[in-house]
Structure formats: structure tokens, C-alpha cells
């Protein structure tokens, strides 16, 4: 759901793991030290900031999985305990067979779509998350997921009708603003981003995803100062002025914009 559709949103800076931003930005070809979800960003969630599942546990919900494959809610369970220990592509497997199995199950099918934004399998997210809500009952996340496999897909205008109608269930959701203020980055909107970003930042639940975020679009302006002191809120220093520096080599690039397009998952809920 574009946590940056830039690998930055993709994690969530914790003690002890303020390298996690910086590693993230090496995925654009930036220097280091994601995001979600599909909302997150999706949040489909971020990949390194949930904690793993025991292997104990991951084995009984495999035991109790493939008793019943049919089993939407053993299925879910059993994604879920596998996306903790990262491992992103069975778990979208899973939930595939399960959605096969219960076709009209539309908080499987949206799982399942979002599972997919989050292995980069767009134009078939598409598909499977068209059919997750209806128009009389839509479903923020899975709008917010639509909008970032629009967006990965470079159809920003989408991406954004799709944010916005999010935004009209979910007003000021801080992973929501966030999207929309990576997808006008992409579409060269650089102060709407900016302002976009600023909003979500200002909103309770904003975490160091969104900050980065507003780093990587203040970066693109020119304004390294300013990405740095945004950067110094959840790195030490010396991570905030790699990460700068990086950005720097980034703005510097002619096709910068095309640089950005599909270097990550969105943030997803």
C-alpha cells in the first residue's frame, strides 16, 4: 500500500535497528548504513519490522494448514506465521490455493491480492483485488492496496484515484498520505509531495517510514539540509549524512524519476 515505493517505507526504524532505513535506501541505488502493504504501505507490512513466528509454531499451523487446505482461516494463519519469518513468496502461495478453494471469500481474496503486490506480481493483484470489495462496500486497505500495484506499475493518476478514495473512508490514515505523497513524487509533483508527506508526518501513528519518505522527496528538491534533520529523528548522524549523500547522487541523476518507479512495495495496511 510507496512505504518509498521506494524500499524506505518498507521498514520501521526500532532501537537497535535504525540501520534498517539506510539498508532499505541501498535498493535505489542510494548508499546505506522496505513498505506494506502493500498499507501497509499495506500494509501487506513491512518485512523487517515483524517479529518471527517460533518454528514451533509455524510447524502446527503447517500441520493444521494442510489438514484442511481448504481452510481459509487455517490458511491465513498459517501466510501470515510464514510472511514473519520473511518468507513472503510461500505465503502467497498459500493464500493462492485457498483463495482457489474459496472464491467468494472476499477478506481471503483481498489477503490474497495484497500478497502479491507484495512479490511484485502487479497486473495479477489487479485482477484478484477487483474482485476483494464491491463499490456499496469498499474496503480502505484493499483500495490502498490497488493503489500501489497502480502505482508500481507506473499509472500514477490510478494510484491516486484509488489513494484518495481511501482517504474518503480513512481520512488522514498516515500510510495512505504516505502513498499518495511518493506517487506525486513519481509524477514530478515534488511540492505536492512534500505537503502530502508533511500531512502525514503530522498525523498520530506516523513512524519513521513517512519521515524517510519526506527525507527521499526533500532529497530530490535539492533540500539536503532539511532531508538530514528529518533523517537525525530516527538515525544517528552518521547514518542521517550517508544516507544524504546518497540522496545527492540520486538528485543528481537525469533519470532520477525512473530510478524511483518500482524500487519498492508501497506501504500497505
Sequence with gaps: M???LFRIARHEVRAGRRAALALALVGL????CNTSGPETTGSIGAVGN????????????AERYNADPADGRAALAYARALRANDQISQASAVLQQAALRNPRDTFLLGAYGKSLVEVGRYREAIDVLANAHSPAAPDWRILSAQGS?????GDQ?????????????RPNEPSLLSNLGLSYALSRNLDQAEQTLRLAGDQPGADARVR???ALVLGLKGRFADAEAVLRRDMTPPEAAANVAALRKLAAQPNRFKALTGAGVPEQG
Design 157 to 169: 493518476v490510478r494510484a491516486q484515484g484509488f489513494y484518495e478514495a481511501a482517504l474518503k473512508i
Design 29 to 32: 541505488g542510494l548508499a546505506g
Design 149 to 153: 500495484a497502480s502505482a508500481q506499475l
Design 2 to 4: 510507496m512505504t518509498a
Design 50 to 61: 515483524r517479529p518471527a513466528a517460533p518454528h514451533q509454531n509455524l510447524e502446527a499451523l
Design 212 to 214: 524517510a519518505n519526506l
